[in-house]
């Protein structure tokens, strides 16, 4: 089996309360898994994982106290036509285990929520009603991670999104830590995730670099 990320690390410590120290410093690991790299910024401590030198990579000027998340950093990082994704909160919450209460689906692979997934993720898993669809999969660093869909955006209104990410929560075994990627301006997908139990830890891009 291959070794975790170094960087799984930070994450399950953020999910028990316990960050890096706030020092304003940047730390460098190595890049991950399929050609992916990232910047995720804790409170006053940033880390960034590429196949950068830990000398190329401050020369750009990062730092813990927002920097590491520039636009300059980030194209520093990515290189001049590599993709850089968008900045979203990292949340955490822990699953409640039980009787799954969504079914699997397994025709979903057209799906824009799910072909995204596929692209980021691996052992992605399909999961969903009438009220919308979710993906639980190895994501950033290799954590469990969760995403929802609803089918109608206006059933926001009416608690399904709540309701849907709860059943969601039944499908990681009870106290395992799960994580979320939410972009902070899908202000109605960051209520809901936080009215169901999840906290933010930090922030957090993934690039595709093209160094030539």
């Known amino acids: 089996m291959r070794e975790p990320h170094p960087l799984l690390t930070y994450f399950m410590d953020a999910a028990d309360g316990c960050f890096p120290p706030v020092d304003g410093r940047v730390t460098v690991l190595p890049p991950l898994p399929g050609g992916l790299e990232c910047s995720v910024a804790f409170t006053g ?3 960034v994982a590429t196949a ?8 750009a000027g990062p730092d813990g106290f927002g920097e590491s998340l520039s636009a300059d950093f980030l194209r520093h990082l990515a290189g001049p036509t590599g993709w850089i994704g968008v900045t979203d909160a990292t949340l955490t919450a822990r699953g409640t285990g ?5 079914t699997e689906l397994t025709d ?3 799906h824009p929520r799910v072909r995204h997934a596929l692209w980021l993720r691996t052992n992605v898993q399909v999961y969903g009603d009438e009220r919308g669809l979710i993906t639980l999969a190895d994501g950033l660093a290799g954590r469990r991670e969760l995403s929802i869909e609803l089918h109608r955006a206006q059933y926001g209104s009416r608690g399904h999104g709540r309701s849907l990410l709860s059943d969601a929560l039944s ?3 009870e106290g395992e ?3 979320a990627a939410v972009s ?5 997908s960051l209520r809901v995730f936080l009215a169901c139990g999840f906290t933010p ?3 957090e891009v993934l690039l595709r670099p093209e160094r030539g």
């Open 98 to 102: 039980g009787p799954p209460r969504l």
């Open 201 to 203: 830890i930090g922030s």
């Open 171 to 173: 499908l990681v075994p």
């Open 108 to 110: 979903a692979d057209d």
């Open 45 to 47: 401590h940033a880390v």
């Open 177 to 179: 830590p799960v994580f």
């Open 52 to 59: 950068m030198t830990n000398q190329a990579v401050y020369a």
């Open 184 to 188: 902070p301006g899908n202000a109605r």
